[in-house]
């Protein structure tokens, strides 16, 4: 990737997948420190999310589905995402789906993605990329880590950042997709979570430690019996560069089928696209 199309990536390829606008909304919730538990909930919520992630690693694999959504003059516009993911190997493979453009225009195609430790691929690209061809960035030089910037928060960030859970407590009993689960409420900080997080993930988590508006992480997450996330949802908070004002997105992860057989295999150096991305693309940031 020549210098041109990593500032492009840098600047966030968010912009590529959503519509970035101030006045965007997403409000965090309040929280206090550590709950009251029922008959099955954990004495300390902090220390329980902070082995979460350590759990998903005990599970395997699952099934994954993600959801971003933020809000853009006034109209809420939401990206989807299905797929698999390799905790163990912390690899991971979705397709994402873009929202129709605000003016009507045919929907885009799905964009492939992979999930691998420092690195975001992305099939399907558009912006003059050959349909064959894969974008690699390095997550590392994302001002968000790669929490936002494709569309989908990978799973096992998602959880790794619940290693720097600061305050939480037990909501109560619920359940997600008929699964019996515990709901906790609370607020992460990106810089511990960034201490704390495997070498995979620790670079690109102080990246958006940094990049953020602000390093806390609102949360909600559903941990069924065997302490396993089953849903996540995670309120981040960046600047948009344009108009310098903060924009609130709001991430959710579904994660089921524990144990799933997985087959995300990266692509070949040949296969990786070297060249240009063509400007003017919707969202791209103007060179300078």
């Not at 009507?104 to 430790?117: K, M, N, Q, V, Y």
């Not at 670079?203 to 958006?208: H, P, Q």
């Amino acid at each position: 990737m020549d210098r041109r199309q990593r500032r492009k990536a840098r600047g966030t390829v968010a912009a590529m997948v959503m519509l970035v606008a101030p006045g965007a909304g997403a409000t965090g919730c309040a929280v206090g420190g550590a709950a009251a538990e029922d008959g099955h909930g954990a004495a300390d919520p902090v220390a329980t999310l902070h082995r979460a992630a350590d759990t998903l690693r005990t599970a395997g694999s699952s099934l994954a589905g993600t959801s971003m959504e933020m809000a853009t003059g006034g109209t809420r516009v939401t990206i989807s995402g299905t797929g698999v993911y390799d905790y163990r190997r912390q690899l991971g493979q979705l397709t994402v789906m873009l929202p129709q453009d605000p003016t009507g225009a045919t929907e885009h195609r799905p964009i492939t993605e992979l999930l691998a430790p420092g690195a975001l691929y992305m099939k399907n690209r558009g912006a003059g990329v050959p349909a064959d061809k894969w974008v690699r960035v390095d997550t590392a030089t994302l001002s968000d880590g790669n929490l936002v910037t494709g569309g989908a928060t990978d799973p096992y960030a998602a959880a790794e950042l619940l290693r720097g859970t600061r305050t939480a407590r037990l909501v109560g009993r619920t359940e997600v997709d008929g699964t019996a689960v515990r709901h906790y409420r609370g607020t992460a900080d990106l810089t511990a979570a960034a201490r704390a997080a495997s070498a995979g993930n620790r670079s690109a988590l102080a990246a958006a430690a940094k990049g953020f508006a602000t390093a806390e992480v609102p949360f909600d997450v559903y941990l069924d019996d065997q302490g396993r996330i089953r849903k996540l949802r995670q309120r981040f908070s960046f600047v948009n560069g344009q108009q310098g004002t903060a924009v609130a997105v709001t991430s959710t992860t579904l994660l089921s089928d524990f144990g799933t057989d997985t087959d995300v295999r990266l692509p070949r150096p040949q296969d990786i696209y070297a060249g240009r991305i063509a400007e003017n693309q919707p969202g791209d940031r103007p060179e300078r």
